[in-house]
């Protein structure tokens, strides 16, 4: 996922519900009804209630879920609540719109298609569709009532392919991050292979030729053994430092490291936030990123506190420190873009309310 694509998936998580506040222009429909009705004051007062509780309703379901519309093939159980309380508005208004409670059926699919599972989704597309249709064959002209007929059924396409293309995004999503994962262990494997091999191959040779020298010259025989001393040392260095990389790869197990070498400079450090809100996968990358972003701080910042903030779809750090305003965009800078970029993050680095500087992540 490129640095773009990232920030489009990040605003889509958070503001994606916005595109659902877009169709509310079509209660417009239902008000008018009311309002060029003949029905008594008390009732028109009712009716524009229950619109607005239909809107409420509508719109707060879409922002719980804002992160994850469309993502579930099974949809969320807890959404069903919300939709029978839509029904139960739209049904008591039935009295009072008559005929143009077909106005509700594009929310009330699109509620099914991003919130319920794909059976509910089709079972809902049907039933309004069936019963619209018959509201408009049985009420008048059929020509009245074409243009929401034909809202519905263009509702009914589109909703069924944005989730299809939202499941299949998750999915090559998922596969790039596996995929920077496994490149990731491949990389440590081959630094495991590098450090380590031409050391124990040495070994071998040296105590090979050590026990050779054992009968006919002790002093080269201890000096074989002597150096094979040095390369053990060397080699359990490599071992500790392989093994240390390997070890520090979530966000959990990173942290008291970093606040630590925070604490060691005399930088306070403020923790918001539980770590293991992030998958396993996504904080491993993530952890360098933060060790990077903290050698910053440690190095350029001049700080007094440092602010560490992890949410479900962010991590920021910030510090009262230097800003980087004006400066140039050095290797680390760099490297935390790319780390993030293949992790499937947006990353901004800017000006922190707390006069330093601001790192985040998000995805």
Not at 163 to 177: E, K, P, Y
């Amino acid at each position: 996922m490129s640095s773009n694509q990232a920030q489009t998936h990040s605003f889509w998580s958070r503001y994606g519900w916005l595109l659902a506040a877009v169709w509310v222009v079509f209660l417009t429909f239902p008000v008018l009804r009311i309002a060029q009705s003949t029905l008594p004051v008390p009732a028109r007062m009712a009716g524009y209630g229950l619109i607005l509780a239909f809107a409420v309703i509508y719109l707060r379901s879409f922002y719980t879920y804002s992160s994850e519309l469309g993502v579930s093939a099974s949809g969320f159980g807890r959404a069903w609540i919300p939709f029978l309380l839509l029904l139960l508005v739209v049904g008591a208004t039935i009295p009072l719109l008559g005929a143009d409670i077909i106005s509700f059926g594009p929310f009330l699919i699109s509620f099914a298609a991003y919130l319920l599972s794909v059976r509910s989704m089709w079972i809902v597309n049907a039933v309004v569709l069936t019963i619209s249709l018959a509201i408009a064959i049985s009420s008048g002209p059929l020509s009245d009532y074409v243009f929401l007929l034909g809202l519905l059924v263009v509702l009914m396409v589109v909703n069924a392919v944005n989730t299809v293309l939202i499941r299949r995004s998750i999915v090559a999503d998922d596969l790039r991050l596996d995929f920077a994962v496994l490149a990731e262990q491949e990389r440590m494997a081959r630094d495991v292979h590098d450090a380590l091999g031409h050391s124990l191959t040495a070994v071998g040779l040296k105590a090979q030729l050590a026990e050779r020298l054992l009968d006919t010259d002790i002093d080269s025989a201890r000096a074989e053994l002597q150096q094979i001393q040095v390369l053990t040392h060397e080699a359990m260095d490599s071992i500790r430092a392989t093994v240390e990389g390997l070890r520090r790869t979530t966000l959990a197990d990173e942290l008291p490291a970093i606040r630590s070498a925070l604490d060691d400079a005399g930088i306070s450090t403020v923790l918001i936030g539980n770590p293991q809100l992030l998958d396993a996968a996504r904080s491993t990358a993530l952890s360098w990123i933060l060790r990077e972003a903290v050698t910053n701080v440690l190095r350029h910042a001049h700080a007094t506190t440092a602010w560490i903030c992890i949410r479900e779809h962010t991590l920021s750090i910030e510090d009262d420190g230097d800003s980087l305003a004006g400066s140039k965009e050095g290797h680390g800078i760099r490297g935390m873009r790319e780390r993030a970029r293949l992790s499937g993050a947006a990353f901004e680095i800017g000006d922190s309310a707390h006069g330093g500087t601001k790192v985040e992540l998000s995805w």
